[in-house]
């Protein structure tokens, strides 16, 4: 149990240093190449805090394990929505939203977790489902990177902006890659191995182990980076980095491996966490529908949809 555990921490570590730096690594290379600051801050704010729980996915499900795969996928999202946006409502509230553009996403995210309920309750998500999901990835990223930079407002692109600046000369770019690529396939492999021998040690599946303590320690450095640009009052960072992260995981990542290999989908997932993502997803856009903010009050209501979730999901395996 100890060495499982020492190793895990270890993964998840590394999965978030390899991220960081293979990620900043190809925002360089875009400026350099003459990419806008603010498409790679909006491609960069969207897409690089799930780095790790993509090369945590990739690596479960290249190891034999997609359960846990498929748990980390939906169990991230839930994370995001709940904790992540919770925390961040509670500690830096209220949550200024400016972009329009963040508007339609908030029911894409509504879309994608209806559909793949829907998908799902023939017991698997397989190559059609997967196309589909990959196909609306791809409508979407057109949408946003087409029209999100001719509808933010000054402030708001002075946000991404900020994001984008990473300046670098190509050389150090491609051995930032190079070194955040291969550390990310070391720490993708152990933490999936140590990720299993924990769960077997504590008598769960890969599935549970993904959907609870695998998705919230994978997801710890985007929780930090979440509340930072809260405190900074980065609310569409933190708003375009919780949507396109759960977007991509759900979307892309999930569609490329089911058109792969088709998933195998629990019977409780139908009936517990997949209408919970919906249910988390759906509570977004009343929140944001009038004035475009989420309230201390508001946050605290996802904290406690997400610690009673997770109390019931423990309680169900130890009772």
Not at 204 to 231: E, K, M
């Amino acid at each position: 149990m100890g060495d499982h555990l020492l190793w895990f921490v270890a993964g998840i570590a590394a999965l978030a240093l390899g991220a960081d730096s293979a990620v900043r690594g190809l925002a360089g290379l875009a400026r350099n190449r003459g990419v806008a600051a603010f498409g790679v801050g909006l491609v960069l704010a969207a897409f690089g805090g799930s780095v790790p729980d993509v090369a945590l996915n990739v690596g479960a499900v290249a190891g034999g394990h997609p359960a846990l795969a498929l748990g980390n996928m939906i169990g991230a999202s839930i994370v995001n929505l709940g904790l992540l946006l919770g925390l961040a409502a509670v500690v830096a509230g209220p949550l200024d939203v400016r972009s329009p553009v963040l508007k339609p996403l908030v029911i894409a995210q509504v879309v994608v977790a209806l559909a793949l309920l829907a998908m799902s309750h023939n017991g698997r998500i397989g190559f059609l489902d997967g196309a589909v999901l990959v196909l609306g990835f791809v409508a979407l990223s057109v949408y946003v990177l087409g029209f999100a930079g001719g509808r933010a407002e000054p402030e708001v692109r002075a946000q991404f902006e900020a994001e984008g600046e990473q300046r670098s000369d190509a050389a150090l770019n491609l051995l930032r890659i190079g070194i955040g690529a291969a550390i990310l396939v070391w720490a993708a492999r152990t933490t999936v191995e140590h990720a299993v021998g924990l769960a077997a040690t504590a008598g769960v599946g890969d599935l549970f182990a993904g959907l609870t303590f695998v998705a919230i320690s994978a997801s710890l450095p985007q929780i930090a980076l979440g509340l930072i640009a809260a405190v900074q009052r980065r609310g569409d960072v933190l708003m375009a980095s919780v949507i396109g992260s759960n977007l991509l995981n759900l979307s892309l990542v999930l569609g490329v491996s089911a058109i792969w290999q088709p998933y195998p989908v629990a019977q409780s997932l139908v009936q517990l966490e997949l209408p919970v993502l919906l249910a988390f997803a759906a509570m977004l856009y009343p929140l944001l529908r009038g004035d475009m903010r989420i309230t201390r009050g508001e946050g605290f209501v996802l904290l406690l949809a997400f610690a009673a979730l997770h109390t019931y999901q423990w309680w169900s395996v130890l009772r």
